[in-house]
């Protein structure tokens, strides 16, 4: 390998390696700030829906807490797909509520599946009125293998994705652009086994010092197999030209004898 190809090489592995590290540690920064706010915003009085709205538009609406008032549309059941608790799959239940003129999908908890794929869980509608509280969540869009389509509509529907702009032209009417999770200690739902942030601030710090220590780790070898062959290639290449070089030459006659010339 040339010096120049050995470089290009060495550099482009070792800037990988850094960005893993500095991407690691900017997402668990994201994370820990995350967190803060959401200590910082449980320490006030939930909002209701109306005053969630008039906040600024500039304002960061996701993990407000809010107080809902709300009648469930008991024909509008969500199903979430692929959703794991304690190694079992699942679903998690989401339904529409009314409330204040306007439309919210309520995330319910999660509910366990069939090993029958064809098979739903049997889940029945919350009818009514209902008063809960419950964290704001806006929706992360994740990496969808095939477009979900729902022309043709049976509900309960199962759903490989939230995919707000989707339900609320299949439902021809609008959605609020989040999804409203009910707390904890709400009896209204099922299994409530979300959290905020799954993965804590602490191992992407962790992952982080790893990469680091992988990238240091990558180019103090490289730099070795480098300057080890360098010295080890000059030794041959001095006794080649000494011998090449030298004064003494000698020859052989027939008798295998060494005849010496000076």
Do not use: C
């Not at 021809?172 to 200690?185: G, K, S, T």
């Not at 290639?233 to 004064?247: C, D, E, F, I, R």
């Amino acid at each position: 390998m040339t010096t120049l190809l050995w470089l290009i090489f060495t550099l482009v592995v070792f800037s990988i390696l850094v960005r893993l590290s500095i991407w690691q540690y900017d997402r668990g920064q994201q994370k820990e700030q995350r967190l803060m706010r959401i200590t910082q915003l449980s320490q006030n009085d939930p909002l209701s829906l109306t005053q969630l709205l008039a906040l600024p538009a500039s304002e960061n609406l996701n993990d407000y807490p809010v107080s809902i008032t709300g009648t469930f549309d008991n024909h509008v059941l969500f199903l979430l797909d692929n959703q794991v608790e304690s190694g079992t799959l699942g679903y998690r239940v989401l339904q529409l509520l009314r409330s204040e003129n306007v439309s919210a999908l309520i995330n319910l908890g999660w509910v366990k599946g069939s090993i029958n794929r064809q098979e739903l869980p049997d889940i029945q509608a919350i009818t009514g009125q209902y008063q809960f509280t419950g964290h704001v969540r806006l929706v992360e869009t994740g990496i969808m293998l095939q477009a979900q389509h729902f022309a043709e509509a049976s509900w309960p529907l199962r759903i490989q994705q939230i995919e707000l702009n989707k339900f609320s032209t299949l439902l021809n009417e609008p959605i609020l652009p989040f999804v409203i999770y009910v707390d904890a200690q709400e009896k209204l739902g099922y299994l409530k086994n979300w959290q905020a942030v799954v993965m804590p601030p602490a191992k992407h710090f962790g992952y982080s010092v790893q990469w680091a220590g992988l990238a240091v780790t990558w180019l103090l070898l490289m730099l070795w197999l480098k300057f080890s062959r360098t010295n080890h290639t000059k030794p041959k290449t001095v006794t080649k030209a000494l011998k090449n070089n030298s004064p003494t030459k000698h020859a052989y006659n027939k008798n295998n004898e060494a005849i010496k010339y000076d």
